[in-house]
C-alpha cells in the first residue's frame, strides 16, 4: 500500500509536467498555424492586386488599341472622302463604264490628270487605264472617239496604260506587266523627247494614233473596266 501512494505522489508532478508541455505545444501550434493564415491572406491579398491591375492594364492596353484603329478609320475615311469630293466619286453613277465593241470603257472628259493620278483614278472605280490589245480593240475605240466628235481639238489626248518607265523603249502594260504586244504608233513615233515614258493616244491627220509623252502632264483619260 505504502508502495502504490508512493508511486502516486510521483506520477502526478509527471503528468503536470506532461500537461503543461502539451499545453505550451498546443499554443505554439496555434500561434503557427496563425501566422501562416495571415501569411497565407496577405499573399492573396497581393495576388488579388497584381490581378486587379493587370487586368486594369489590359483593358487600357485595349482601350487605347481600339482608340487608335478608330483614329486610324476615321483618318482613311476622311482621306477618301476628300478623295470623293475632289474627283466627284461620293455618289458615281452606278455603272460609269459603257459598251464600247466587247468592253467596257469609261471615258474621263472632265479633269485631266498625268499618267500616275490617271492610273490611280482608274484603280478608284474599280478598273484599270486602258489597255488596247489589237487592232479590233484599237479601232472600236478610236471610231467612238470620232463619233463623239472628240477629234475636234488636238487637246483631246487620251492616257493608255502603256509606259517604257523601267526599261527605255521597252514598253509595258500596266495592266499585265507584260511587254506591249501592239502599238499603233504615230509616224516617227516614239522618240523619247525629253524623257517621254508614258504613252498617250491623240488625233494627227484625222485618226487617233499613238504617241510617247512625258508622264506628268495633265491628259484625260480612258479607264478599262477590269
Known amino acids: 500500500m505504502k508502495v502504490i501512494l508512493i508511486f502516486l505522489l510521483i506520477s502526478i508532478p509527471a503528468r503536470q509536467v506532461s500537461c503543461e508541455a502539451s499545453k505550451e ?7 503557427s498555424v496563425d501566422k501562416c493564415l495571415k501569411a497565407g491572406a496577405v499573399l492573396i491579398d497581393r495576388m488579388i492586386k497584381m490581378q486587379t491591375d493587370f487586368n486594369e492594364l489590359q483593358s487600357s492596353q485595349n482601350t487605347n488599341a ?15 472622302d476628300g478623295i470623293d469630293k475632289r474627283f466627284n466619286f461620293k455618289n458615281p453613277p452606278k455603272s460609269p463604264f ?3 465593241g466587247s468592253k467596257y470603257y469609261y471615258i474621263e472628259l472632265e479633269t485631266k490628270s498625268n499618267w500616275f493620278d490617271a492610273a490611280h483614278k482608274c484603280r478608284q472605280l474599280s478598273g484599270h487605264l486602258i489597255n488596247l490589245r489589237n487592232d479590233r480593240e484599237y479601232d472600236n475605240i478610236s ?9 475636234a481639238s488636238e487637246a483631246n489626248r487620251f492616257w493608255l496604260d502603256m509606259n517604257d518607265l523601267s526599261v527605255e523603249d521597252q ?3 500596266l495592266t499585265t506587266g507584260l511587254n506591249v504586244t501592239f502599238a499603233h504608233w504615230e509616224a516617227n513615233q516614239p522618240d523619247d523627247f525629253d524623257n517621254e515614258d508614258c504613252v498617250e493616244l491623240r488625233i494627227k491627220q484625222n485618226r487617233f494614233v499613238m504617241n510617247d509623252a512625258s508622264c506628268e ?3 484625260y483619260f480612258i479607264c478599262q473596266k477590269a
Do not use: P
Open 171 to 173: 514598253f509595258l502594260s
Open 66 to 80: 481600339r482608340d487608335k484603329m478608330a483614329n486610324i478609320t476615321a483618318l482613311i475615311n476622311d482621306k477618301f
Open 217 to 219: 502632264t495633265k491628259k
Open 98 to 100: 459603257e459598251k464600247i
Open 143 to 151: 471610231k467612238h472617239l470620232m463619233n463623239s466628235n472628240l477629234s
Open 25 to 31: 505545444l498546443l499554443q505554439y501550434r496555434t500561434r
